[in-house]
């Protein structure tokens, strides 16, 4: 089955630096990558999906990048801001087998002011 | 719009007990997920419904587990026989699916403690 492996498990950064997570896939037939941020006490939240199709996506100060053929994706943060300090998790799923996500085992952001 | 609810929001039983664990998806989504949050396993899939189809239990962890979806909105999962392995967060998610789009949104969680 899919295999996901996320780095790093934590990161600091300081308020105003990027911050980059990397996630890489085993199935190849994957072609659905979402991006979830966990906050203490909460479920996960998407902060933003890329498809196969697309190689970069982009949402204000956070961005998607997928190499295929690498079978790596990677979140990238600007700016980063304290209320970005939480859980992310990235996920893969085949959109035509149910889309059953398989996650990474997280990162934990910290952004210090 | 509301968005995935789940109850109760915590729920402590003892070993043996059974337990039952409710997922209101948000309106109009057909697809259904249920997955568990452990500090050993991580975030994992569990079951998935869609539409009137045949669920997928391919991620269920042993027959003491068991979900149904009743007029497809409201999920229930239950757990018979609970044992202390099966302590962890219950996630529920539902998504729009039919030609997209295919994002999956979260409830908050029911935590489930096994003493």
């Known amino acids: 089955g899919e295999n996901v492996e996320q780095h790093p498990s934590t990161l600091s950064v300081q308020e105003g630096d990027s911050a980059v997570i990397k996630c890489t896939y085993s199935?190849?037939?994957?072609?659905?990558f979402p991006w979830y941020k966990q906050e203490l006490g909460k479920g996960p939240q998407l902060i933003i999906d890329?498809?196969?199709?697309?190689g970069e996506k982009k949402d204000q100060r956070i961005a998607v990048t997928l190499n295929k053929t690498a079978k790596h994706f990677s979140l990238h943060i600007t700016e980063t801001q304290p209320e970005d300090s939480a859980v992310y998790f990235c996920?893969?799923?085949?959109?035509?087998?149910?889309?059953?996500?398989?996650f990474g085992a997280g990162t934990i952001l910290r952004v210090k002011s | 719009g509301a968005g995935v609810s789940q109850s109760p929001s915590n729920k402590v039983t003892e070993k043996g007990k059974d337990v039952e664990l409710r997922c209101d998806p948000i309106s109009g989504h057909t697809a259904l997920y249920w997955y568990r949050q452990s500090l050993g396993q991580g975030l994992e899939f569990l079951i998935y419904?869609?539409?009137?189809?045949?669920?997928?239990k391919s991620g269920l962890p042993s027959d003491r587990f068991s979900a149904e979806r009743t007029g497809g909105s409201v999920s229930t999962l239950t757990i018979q026989r609970t044992q202390q392995e099966d302590s962890a967060v219950y996630l529920c998610?539902?998504?729009?699916?039919?030609?997209?789009?295919?994002?999956?949104?979260f409830g908050p969680g029911t935590r489930l403690t096994v003493t």
């Open positions: 890329i498809r196969s199709n697309v």
């Open positions: 419904f869609q539409g009137n189809s045949a669920p997928d």
């Open positions: 998610a539902s998504s729009s699916q039919r030609g997209g789009p295919y994002e999956q949104y």
């Open positions: 996920a893969v799923a085949n959109m035509e087998y149910g889309n059953k996500l398989v």
């Open positions: 199935d190849s037939a994957s072609n659905y």
